[in-house]
């Protein structure tokens, strides 16, 4: 886990905060709806394979396997964000709640300095 945080480019802290601010929020604001849960996969499914398609039409470009899971899990995560915070006063992706937020940000700036660490414990 050290080296991998240690690894970790900017770009993929960004997308790992951007992971960990859905998270929280799918957390406190959960709901136990199964068709909820199916029209974000349906969602994931048509929107991810549209994304890899594009991606594939690019021609020489050789795709991860962790890009290609991105591609299905972002749709999947912007489909369920936007139906669990659906009619609760978001602006944006942020809670009326300040302590929401603050819970979101802490948990961001935790995964930041403990990249910070072990980019640190790397370099010694």
Sequence with gaps: MIRYLASLPPSKQILWGYFLWYLVFA????????RLWLTSLGISVIVGFALYTNAKSAGNTKLEPWQVF??????????SF??????RDF????S???????????????????????KALKSK
Aim: proline share 4%; aromatic share 14%.
């Design 91 to 94: 602006i944006l992706v942020f």
């Design 70 to 79: 991105r591609f299905f899990l972002t749709p999947f995560c912007v489909s």
């Design 27 to 34: 957390f406190l604001y959960f709901d136990a709806d199964v």
């Design 96 to 118: 009326p709640k300040l302590q929401d937020n603050l819970i979101a940000a802490g948990v961001i700036a935790t995964a930041i300095c403990l990249t910070l660490i072990a």
């Design 82 to 87: 936007s139906a669990l915070v659906k009619g």
